[in-house]
C-alpha cells in the first residue's frame, strides 16, 4: 500500500474487526498504546468502539509535552523573562501550564519568547541577533533528540557563544519499565511507538517479552496500522508467542537509525534522574547535555531555579498517563479542564489523551458500529 486511502480502507477495517472478534472471543484483554499519536487516531477514528467489548486501549505516557512535570515547565518561564533573554520553543510548548501560567502569558508580560519548527530556527535567531542570548526548550523522546543534536553540532562547528540548550528530552524505555511494575494496571501487551521506533529500531523493547512476558507489535499510525497490530498482539497470545513484533515496516527499521543514534551519543548522556508527571522521579530516563557541548547546555550557564511543583490537585493527568483512568474519568474533564482552559498537560498536545478524546470522543459505540455498516 502507497497512498493514505488504502490504510482506511472500510472493507479491510471490517475484515480485521471481523478476526480481532474471533481471535478475542470472551476473554479480556488490554493492550496500551505507549504514543500519543495512536491515541489521537485510536479517538479520531472511533476505533475504540469499533473493537469487540473484550478488547480496551488504555492510553500511556508516550505524549513528549504531557509527561514534562510543572516544575520543569516554571523553569523555563524564568528562563524567558531573564534580561537579553530569546526563548525559543515548540508551538506546543506554549499552553503548557506551570504554577505561573504559561509562555504565552509571560510573552504577554514582555517576555520575548518565540515559537519555531526546528531547533535550527532557534540557532538562525542566535545568530541574526549576537546581542541576545537565545535559548531553546528541547522536548521530546528519541523522535526529536536527533535535530536538537544536528543543532548542537552546527552550534558548535560555527562558534555560536549565544545561543544554549534547556535540554527535556526523554527516552522510552524508562517508562515502560516503570509502568510494567506499577501495581495499578494489569496489562495484555503493548502498541509500541511508531516514531520513536524510526531512530531507536527494535532491540530496545525486548525487555517487555523477555522479562515481562508480555508482547509489543510497533504500530503505524492509521487506523489499519492500529488494527492490524492489535490483530497481531492477538496472535501472538493465542499462537502463545510472545516477542517484539514489526508492523510498520514501510518505516521502522530493526536496526533504527544509525546515523542519529551515534550523533546522539555524541551530543547526549543520561541524566541520573528526572521526574516525569505522573511517574515521579524514573532513574535515567532522560538525556542531558554531553560535558563536550556543556557552552551550550542552559542549566549550566544560567542559575535556575529548579524548583519542584506539585500538580494542581483537580488533575488527574499522573493517572491518564498512567491508564489507569480514561480521560472522561477526570473529575475536571471538559468542564474547568478543556483545550481552551487546560489544567493539565493531557489537554494542551494534540497527542494528549484529554484532547483527542475531548476532539474526537464523543463518538458513541453504537453510532460507530452504524458507521462501519454502512462505510
Same mark, same amino acid.
Given at each position: 500500500?502507497r497512498f493514505?486511502?488504502?490504510?482506511?480502507?472500510?472493507a479491510?477495517a471490517?475484515?480485521?474487526?471481523?478476526?480481532?472478534t474471533?481471535?478475542?472471543?470472551?476473554?479480556e484483554?488490554?493492550f496500551?498504546?505507549?504514543?500519543?499519536g495512536h491515541t489521537?487516531?485510536i479517538?479520531r477514528?472511533?476505533?475504540?468502539?469499533l473493537?469487540?467489548?473484550?478488547?480496551?486501549?488504555v492510553?500511556g505516557?508516550g505524549?513528549?509535552?504531557?509527561?514534562?512535570p510543572?516544575g520543569?515547565v516554571?523553569?523555563?518561564m524564568?528562563?524567558?523573562?531573564?534580561?537579553d533573554?530569546?526563548?525559543?520553543t515548540? !508551538?506546543?510548548m /506554549?499552553?503548557?501550564? %506551570?504554577?505561573r501560567?504559561?509562555? *504565552?502569558? +509571560?510573552?504577554?508580560r514582555?517576555a520575548?519568547?518565540?515559537?519555531?519548527?526546528?531547533?535550527?530556527?532557534a540557532?538562525?535567531?542566535?545568530i541574526d541577533?549576537p546581542?541576545?542570548?537565545?535559548?531553546?526548550?528541547?522536548?521530546g523522546f528519541?523522535?526529536t533528540?536527533?535535530?536538537?543534536?544536528?543543532?548542537l553540532v552546527?552550534?558548535?562547528a560555527?562558534g555560536?557563544?549565544?545561543f544554549s540548550?534547556?535540554c527535556?528530552h526523554?527516552?522510552i524505555?524508562?517508562p515502560i519499565?516503570?509502568?510494567?511494575?506499577s501495581?495499578d494496571?494489569?496489562l495484555?501487551?503493548?502498541?509500541?511507538?511508531?516514531?520513536v521506533?524510526?531512530?531507536?529500531?527494535?532491540?530496545p523493547?525486548r525487555?517487555?517479552?523477555?522479562?515481562? !512476558?508480555?508482547? /509489543?507489535?510497533v504500530? %503505524?499510525?492509521?487506523?489499519?496500522? *492500529?488494527? +492490524?497490530s492489535?490483530?497481531?498482539?492477538?496472535?501472538q497470545?493465542?499462537?502463545?508467542?510472545?516477542e517484539?513484533?514489526?508492523?510498520?515496516?514501510?518505516?521502522?527499521?530493526?536496526?533504527?537509525?544509525?546515523q542519529?543514534?551515534k550523533l546522539?551519543?555524541?551530543?547526549?548522556e543520561?541524566r541520573p534522574?528526572?521526574?516525569w508527571r505522573?511517574l515521579?522521579?524514573?532513574?535515567?530516563?532522560a538525556l542531558?547535555?554531553h560535558?563536550?557541548?556543556?557552552?551550550?547546555?542552559?542549566e549550566?550557564?544560567?542559575?535556575?531555579?529548579?524548583?519542584?511543583?506539585?500538580d494542581?490537585k483537580?488533575c488527574?493527568?499522573?493517572?491518564?498517563?498512567k491508564g489507569?483512568?480514561?480521560p472522561?474519568?477526570?473529575?475536571?474533564?471538559?468542564?474547568?479542564?478543556?483545550?481552551?482552559?487546560?489544567?493539565?498537560?493531557?489537554?494542551?498536545?494534540p497527542?494528549?489523551?484529554?484532547?483527542?478524546?475531548?476532539?474526537f470522543?464523543?463518538?458513541h459505540?453504537e453510532?460507530?458500529?452504524?458507521l462501519g455498516q454502512?462505510?
Amino acid at each position: 500500500m502507497r497512498f493514505v486511502d488504502e490504510f482506511r480502507d472500510p472493507a479491510a477495517a471490517r475484515a480485521l474487526v471481523r478476526s480481532i472478534t474471533d481471535l478475542a472471543g470472551d476473554d479480556e484483554f488490554k493492550f496500551m498504546e505507549v504514543c500519543g499519536g495512536h491515541t489521537h487516531t485510536i479517538y479520531r477514528h472511533g476505533i475504540e468502539h469499533l473493537l469487540p467489548e473484550t478488547v480496551e486501549l488504555v492510553h500511556g505516557p508516550g505524549c513528549p509535552v504531557c509527561v514534562i512535570p510543572m516544575g520543569r515547565v516554571d523553569d523555563a518561564m524564568w528562563l524567558a523573562e531573564q534580561p537579553d533573554v530569546i526563548f525559543t520553543t515548540f !508551538g506546543d510548548m /506554549m499552553r503548557v501550564p %506551570g504554577s505561573r501560567g504559561n509562555l *504565552i502569558e +509571560a510573552k504577554a508580560r514582555g517576555a520575548d519568547v518565540r515559537f519555531v519548527y526546528s531547533p535550527l530556527d532557534a540557532l538562525k535567531i542566535a545568530i541574526d541577533n549576537p546581542d541576545r542570548r537565545v535559548v531553546f526548550f528541547a522536548v521530546g523522546f528519541e523522535t526529536t533528540a536527533p535535530s536538537t543534536a544536528v543543532t548542537l553540532v552546527r552550534a558548535k562547528a560555527l562558534g555560536v557563544s549565544n545561543f544554549s540548550v534547556f535540554c527535556n528530552h526523554v527516552t522510552i524505555v524508562p517508562p515502560i519499565k516503570a509502568i510494567l511494575e506499577s501495581p495499578d494496571l494489569r496489562l495484555s501487551g503493548f502498541l509500541g511507538p511508531g516514531h520513536v521506533s524510526t531512530v531507536v529500531g527494535l532491540r530496545p523493547y525486548r525487555f517487555v517479552p523477555d522479562v515481562y !512476558g508480555k508482547p /509489543m507489535v510497533v504500530a %503505524g499510525f492509521e487506523p489499519l496500522d *492500529i488494527l +492490524a497490530s492489535v490483530h497481531m498482539l492477538l496472535q501472538q497470545i493465542r499462537g502463545c508467542r510472545c516477542e517484539v513484533e514489526n508492523q510498520y515496516t514501510r518505516v521502522v527499521r530493526p536496526e533504527g537509525n544509525t546515523q542519529a543514534l551515534k550523533l546522539m551519543a555524541q551530543t547526549f548522556e543520561l541524566r541520573p534522574h528526572f521526574e516525569w508527571r505522573g511517574l515521579g522521579f524514573i532513574s535515567q530516563s532522560a538525556l542531558r547535555l554531553h560535558p563536550d557541548y556543556a557552552d551550550f547546555d542552559a542549566e549550566r550557564t544560567f542559575a535556575m531555579p529548579g524548583v519542584r511543583v506539585a500538580d494542581p490537585k483537580a488533575c488527574q493527568c499522573g493517572e491518564v498517563l498512567k491508564g489507569v483512568i480514561k480521560p472522561w474519568e477526570c473529575k475536571v474533564f471538559g468542564t474547568a479542564c478543556t483545550p481552551e482552559t487546560p489544567i493539565g498537560t493531557c489537554m494542551v498536545s494534540p497527542e494528549g489523551a484529554c484532547a483527542a478524546y475531548y476532539n474526537f470522543g464523543r463518538l458513541h459505540r453504537e453510532t460507530a458500529l452504524v458507521l462501519g455498516q454502512r462505510a
